[in-house]
T-cell receptor, first 110, second 116 residues
Framework: GQNIDQPTEMTATEGAIVQINCTYQTSGFNGLFWYQQHAGEAPTFLSYNVLDGLEEKGRFSSFLSRSKGYSYLLLKELQMKDSASYLC???????????FGAGTTVTVRA | DAGVIQSPRHEVTEMGQEVTLRCKPISGHNSLFWYRQTMMRGLELLIYFNNNVPIDDSGMPEDRFSAKMPNASFSTLKIQPSEPRDSAVYFCASPGGLAGGVNEQFFGPGTRLTVL
């Protein structure tokens, strides 16, 4: 099984940086995903890490440490449109199956 | 490609009625996932198909729920009889592919089910 933990809520100011942490304890591991979900919409893919280290994609970066069972999503230069829920998900070893955390609701204030 | 297509987008029904949710996955990929999302339980995997065969249905809540994938371009999730606690958003997801070979899952727009 999978146990995935992330904070419930975070609030930040427009233009600032926010870091969303995710810890996991899993029976198998074949990659960690971050998804963004705006209210009333479907989750959309943001990033993927399978090796240790930092993956940068524009204003968003994601970090993974497999030995620590830890990842974070870093959102820089926050914009109002970044207000959303951010879901951490771990892929099982052998297939496409994803287990999702409960999500972190980020609120960006002016 | 239009992405993952789900229908209906909204469904309101009365307790005891049969509900059928439909999904058309991204063409060319032979895996499909059904998820359910509620405030209390978050996003839960219900069932996973590969090559049209159910591989893991451990997330299906009970016998009232059933899913089929008769071919690579269509799947249904059926609830019979429906109960108020089944009210949720049901997502269908299909693996896609990026240039790096990462098979992330593309989600359909979801069906918001309300059982009165």
């Amino acid at each position: 099984g999978q146990n995935i933990d992330q904070p419930t809520e975070m609030t930040a100011t427009e233009g600032a940086i926010v870091q969303i942490n995710c810890t996991y304890q899993t029976s198998g591991f074949n990659g960690l995903f971050w998804y963004q979900q705006h209210a009333g919409e479907a989750p959309t893919f943001l990033s993927y890490n399978v090796l240790d280290g930092l993956e940068e994609k524009g204003r968003f970066s994601s970090f993974l440490s497999r030995s620590k069972g830890y990842s974070y999503l870093l959102l820089k230069e926050l914009q109002m449109k970044d207000s959303a829920s951010y879901l951490c998900a771990v892929r099982d070893r052998n297939d496409y199956k994803l287990s999702f955390g409960a999500g972190t609701t980020v609120t960006v204030r002016a | 490609d239009a992405g993952v297509i789900q229908s209906p987008r909204h469904e309101v029904t009365e307790m005891g009625q049969e509900v059928t949710l439909r999904c058309k996955p991204i063409s060319g990929h032979n895996s499909l996932f059904w998820y359910r999302q509620t405030m209390m339980r978050g996003l839960e995997l219900l069932i996973y198909f590969n090559n049209n065969v159910p591989i893991d249905d451990s997330g299906m809540p009970e016998d009232r729920f059933s899913a089929k994938m008769p071919n690579a371009s269509f799947s249904t999730l059926k609830i019979q009889p429906s109960e108020p606690r089944d009210s949720a958003v049901y997502f269908c997801a299909s693996p896609g592919g990026l240039a790096g070979g990462v098979n992330e899952q593309f989600f359909g727009p979801g069906t918001r089910l309300t059982v009165l």
